[in-house]
């Protein structure tokens, strides 16, 4: 059996495109044959796709061009499958070609873009609402990253139960705790820091997050550091930063390599993710992973994934600043936080994401 894998949003770039969903697929991508050596994998990727372990084909189109990669995606690649004789093609990010002679699988990763329209710019809420909806509906069978993300799609656009099956994403082997002379950055002059990770844009709340620090910067002796790649109105973010004299205390280094974050967040002393929507939420599996004790929102998918070992609150300044200033000061809860973080981290391997990804093929070759 013959299984393509259409993972055009796989990018390699210093930007936003290498965030979560590129993760997702290029994780997946390498770990499939893995675990299912019966299988015969071939991905479709652009030009600007990372190197994997699987038979490629690069299109002549790079994930920055929006228009040329969706029309690559929607026209040739239909072909491509039909020339390659593919047996089950799986849209890794959200959206199939609509036309295909294969079976298929999607992943949807989120539908912030219909619960949030107002964090997207319209040309792309307008394109993922449309995208993904038929994408949604034309496919044989959907995978969901969480148990949030199944509800919102039967809730949203009453796709059926058994159309679903969750999977979730995994932690990369190379977020674990490090020695303090493997992790030592000399951030801020060597002063601690609290850390968030996520791209620069409006759904992951670092406004409410800056307003936050700000309130109980006086008490603590961190800095406060954003990780990640400038979004779609991250301006709003610097603004308030300059707004509230924090440019010497909010640091943003930008898009950090994946092979340095495992340091940055073992140097950190709490990571604190108060995202307004997730579908999954990588970074506070990864902190976890490196011992680091995590404040979350009340977001869904970030307290399902979390479990009990991170401290949920308000994304609202005065209530994220207490548990903030809780964490720091309490030595015993924030060890007690980072042994269950450990635990609950060990607990999603990409090997096993690949296993159940791999096992549903199976299924819906079989016509379950």
Request: contains cysteine; aromatic residues 8%; neutral net charge.
């Amino acid at each position: 059996m013959k299984i393509g894998l259409s993972a055009y949003l796989l990018h390699a770039g210093a930007d936003y495109r290498s965030a979560g969903v590129s993760t997702y697929s290029y994780q997946l991508l390498t770990h499939l044959q893995g675990a299912a050596p019966d299988l015969e994998f071939k991905a479709f990727v652009g030009s600007d796709a990372p190197d994997i372990p699987l038979p490629e084909v690069r299109a002549r189109v790079r994930t920055d061009n929006p228009a040329l990669r969706i029309l690559w995606e929607q026209t040739v690649l239909p072909l491509q499958l039909a020339r390659d004789r593919v047996d089950i093609v799986h849209g890794t990010v959200n959206v199939i070609p609509w036309v295909h002679a294969s079976r298929s699988v999607v992943t949807v990763h989120d539908l912030a873009f219909a619960v949030h329209p107002d964090k997207f710019r319209p040309a792309r809420r307008l394109y993922l609402t449309a995208a993904v909806r038929i994408s949604v509906a034309r496919a044989g069978h959907i995978i969901a990253v969480s148990h949030h993300t199944r509800r919102a799609l039967e809730d949203i656009w009453q796709v059926p139960k058994e159309k679903i099956s969750v999977v979730y994403s995994g932690v990369d082997e190379r977020f674990r705790p490090l020695s303090r002379d493997e992790s030592n950055l000399g951030v801020a002059d060597g002063r601690p820091f609290i850390l968030h990770v996520g791209t620069l844009e409006p759904r992951k709340n670092i406004e409410v997050l800056i307003r936050a620090y700000a309130r109980i910067r006086h008490t603590i002796p961190h800095v406060l550091v954003l990780i990640g790649a400038r979004g779609w109105y991250y301006q709003n973010i610097f603004r308030l930063i300059a707004e509230l004299g924090l440019q010497e205390e909010v640091l943003a280094p930008g898009y950090v390599d994946p092979g340095d974050l495992a340091r940055w967040y073992n140097s950190a002393d709490l990571l604190v993710y108060p995202s307004a929507y997730e579908g999954f939420g990588l970074p506070v599996l990864e902190a976890m992973a490196c011992g680091v004790p995590v404040v979350i929102s009340e977001a869904e998918a970030l307290r399902e994934v979390a479990g009990d070992a991170a401290l949920s609150v308000a994304a609202e300044p005065d209530t994220l600043g207490g548990a903030i200033q809780k964490v720091l000061a309490d030595q015993m809860l924030a060890g007690r936080m980072r042994v269950a973080g450990l635990e609950r981290a060990g607990q999603f391997t990409w090997d096993r994401t690949a296993r159940e990804t791999a096992a549903l093929y199976r299924r819906i070759a079989d016509g379950e």
